[in-house]
């Protein structure tokens, strides 16, 4: 049995709603569901890629009956709301506040360190800048260790 592809949808109350009517009509269908981009996780919007594939001897028939689907339902005009998970966003930018930045500034001013020390600068002035990064990275793990542990 080969399978052709009858459409693509990008949310799962879509695809659900078409492998119902699929199936209703017993016409079998396969689902694809490919993995969710990063943008959705961090934005916290199910928007994922669903792939719907039919038998090709019912493609046809599978096609006439999505146009019903479609048909019907802007006929309704029936809006489903994209719902925003503020829970995700509120953990996941907090995480990358709390975490992500002090440790990538961190990094930027070990590098930066770096270059410090190959130049011809005053000592005491490559001190200083060693001593605030050292405050920088311990600042940085206090604040992860009490993260941890709260």
């Excluded at 990008?10 to 016409?27: F, V």
């Excluded at 993995?35 to 019912?58: F, R, T």
């Excluded at 005009?77 to 995480?95: A, D, G």
């Excluded at 990358?96 to 990538?104: M, S, T």
């Amino acid at each position: 049995m080969e399978m052709k592809l009858l459409i693509e949808v990008n949310q799962t109350w879509q695809a659900d709603a078409i492998t119902n009517a699929l199936h209703e009509s017993g016409i079998a269908f396969e689902v694809l569901q490919k993995a969710k981009e990063y943008s959705s996780i961090i934005s916290g919007i199910d928007s994922i890629s669903i792939d719907i594939l039919v038998d090709e001897e019912k493609y046809i028939q599978a096609s006439e009956l999505l146009k019903k689907i479609s048909s019907h339902s802007t006929n309704e005009t029936v809006e489903m709301p994209i719902e925003k998970n503020y829970f995700r966003r509120v953990v996941i930018f907090s995480v990358i506040g709390v975490i992500l930045l002090p440790l990538i500034f961190n990094l930027v001013a070990t590098v930066n360190f770096i270059h410090l020390k190959q130049q011809n600068v005053v000592a005491s002035k490559k001190w200083f800048a060693g001593f605030i990064l050292i405050m920088g990275w311990v600042l940085a793990c206090i604040m992860l260790i009490c993260l941890i542990h709260h």
